[in-house]
């Protein structure tokens, strides 16, 4: 049998174009962090070859919500002329090294085709004396991208219809270097487009920035990255609603957090390395229990080049699945929330996907993954979860819930008067307090079981009173409801006979038992 060669020529359709934009993040203010995150690394190299310094580099992001327009612009080195419509009219083509540059795969410039009608690119290199401007009709290559569209065009055919560019006149700014990236003619934006405080609160998240100045662990954390060897790349960022009203951003740490109804301190960091050198990062301790409020700065942060890698929904995988035990331990999941703190993954050591939600899932992301499984999930989380169990069974929350019990129950029981669906949630509520009481009773210390008997008492004869209510209630299954009565009168009648017969130690040993299975401690 012989074979022959086939010759063909590969054709990317126009579909391919929809992928590597329409669809290619998962919600369209991601577009933004690209623009803000190919500046950083034109400025980086502009740093690195001498062209500005540390100080001079900066981005300015300007939103103008009636117009419907925003502008990112740069002061790094830009684009020469002889190669930057090649470069900004490529998809999927880039110079970048992936080691070295936050974005190196070249298509999340044309992020921004998913929410305006107009993509701009001004590019200006220094001594050069035009500067280079590609537009995008956005609006335009939508439809040619809807589902009615054409998709047997050619890819590269498509986008050639809808790009224009074009060299300007510069010759009176021959010295200036920039890069600017224009959205005009908003389409279903997101918030961030539509409000100044939303922009400036998620490029504070995503950005690489410097910690504000009132973060009182800013210090501790630069010198320990500058002691052990870890670089903490960073940029100046200004954003405003015009050129002439720009404010800096920091990260959004800063000298307390909102927890439950206050304002707490930090009582401490704690720094976390990585044994096989591949990430670093820091965990900020509180004495008070519970969730972060801040939703800008709550929860374990995982960055590459100090910009943000989704949000906080990768540890949060992480504290609740573990690929190292087949034990698992969903309920630490909300306790990422518990901690501020950043994750500084090297950028030799792993590669985020193309949407920047996550890692590629090779080896070098689970050795990580394992790695933060056991150096910071299981130990904050196990620590978190200790202290939210704890801070459930004390004596404070628990009268609070008695409390809250008490205000429902106590006017229906002087009334009389009840609907079934009340009565039934009440005595359900009764009967979780009362699980609680058996828990904190066990680890209490001897100056709280006063007060743990005494709320035991007032909630087994509230729910005494309700079990009787419940007879009387409108609505209710009555059959339920006197199987309730009958159970509660024998578990009474149970407590009073075992207590005259039994002795002393025998009598503890069956009103512990009797009492975990009904739930219902002695009246007398």
Known sequence: MTSQTVEFKPHFGAFVLETL??????ESRNAIREYVQNGFDSLRHSIRVGLISETEAKIEVVLDVEKQTLVITDNGAGLRTESAVDVLASVGASNKNYRRNAGFRGIGRLAG??????????????GEPKKTMVVFDAKELRAKLSPHGDYSRDAAATLRSCVKASLEDASDRIEDHFFEVRLEGFFNPPLECQNLEHLRSFLSQVSPLPYRPDFGFRDEILAWADENGKELESIRLFVGDSEEDLEELFKPYGKDFGVKTQRVNLSGVDFVASPTGRWWGWVGRKRTPGSIKDDDAKGIRIRVRNIQIDGTDIMRDIFAVSRLSSKPRLSYARLVDWYPGEIFVSS????????RDGFEEDGDWAIIRNELDVMVAEIYGKAAYRTSTADQLSVPNITKRLNRLAEVAEPMIAARMADWDKVSQALAEATEIQSRLKRAVKSAEDTELTDLRAISEKVSRLKFQMDTLAVEAPGQGG??????????????RLYREFRARL???????????LEDVTGEAPLD
Not at 21 to 26: A, D
């Open 21 to 26: 934009t329409l669809g290619m993040y998962g």
């Open 113 to 126: 085709i998913v929410f305006c009608d107009k993509l701009t690119f001004i590019a200006k290199a220094q």
């Open 348 to 355: 030799e050591a792993a590669v985020p996907n193309a949407r």
């Open 479 to 492: 059959c339920e409801a006197e199987v309730a009565t009958a159970v509660s009168d024998l578990t009474q």
């Open 503 to 513: 002795p002393p130690t025998e009598w503890q040993r069956v009103r512990g038992i």
